[in-house]
């Protein structure tokens, strides 16, 4: 297990808001409640400033790429801190043609997420950002759609990770980052 990224103030913040519910949505699965940080403006304040010292690290980028629905939550705020573009990562059905669309496979089951065509300018630098590093299914996912749609991941950015999943193996050539492990 490695230690958390950054222990920070504004870090201290998001943990303290953070809730863990056991078997949820299904038995064995430990669901990770952040809407306690979102519910509290302070809370959602400091999740982006700390997020936005976070993807500091991976260096300059042009868009956010959101996984939907808490990457949305959590990459529209940090795309409009730093001055950058959002681009909405759906699930299956929710976009209009033409998408591209990655299957994959979660801790519960399998998914697949959307992009719609032609939104990242060839050559644009992309950071994927989720609130969660599990499996990394949902992230591989999305950095695949990205550069399918000519866009570069600079890295991934995840609020939180869960060790032990296999996510870092799974994304493993990418630069990755996580603020709470």
């Known amino acids: 297990m490695t230690a958390p990224h950054h222990r920070s103030a504004d870090v201290e913040i998001v943990e303290s808001l953070l809730r ?23 809370g959602l304040a400091a999740a982006t400033r700390a997020m936005a010292d976070l993807a500091s690290e ?9 996984m939907e629905a808490r990457g949305f939550l959590f990459g529209a705020p940090l795309a409009t801190h730093l001055g950058t573009g959002f681009i909405p990562v759906r699930k299956a059905g929710k976009l209009p043609p033409p998408v591209l669309a ?16 032609g939104t990242i300018p060839a050559g644009a630098r992309v950071l994927v950002l989720d609130d969660i590093l599990a499996t990394g299914g949902t ?15 600079v890295g991934l950015a995840f609020l939180f990770e869960i060790p032990g999943l296999g996510g870092r193996d799974r994304l493993a050539g ?6 709470i492990v």
């Open 20 to 42: 863990e519910v056991p078997d949820f949505p299904q038995p064995g699965v430990l669901f990770r409640d952040v809407a306690g940080v979102l519910a509290s403006g302070e």
């Open 58 to 66: 991976l260096g300059e980028f042009d868009l956010v790429a959101g």
């Open 102 to 117: 990655a299957t994959y496979e979660l801790e519960y089951g399998t998914a697949t997420l959307e992009l719609r065509d």
């Open 139 to 153: 992230a591989s996912a999305g950095a695949d759609l990205v550069e399918r749609a000519g866009g570069t991941v």
């Open 174 to 179: 990418r630069e990755v980052r996580s603020l």
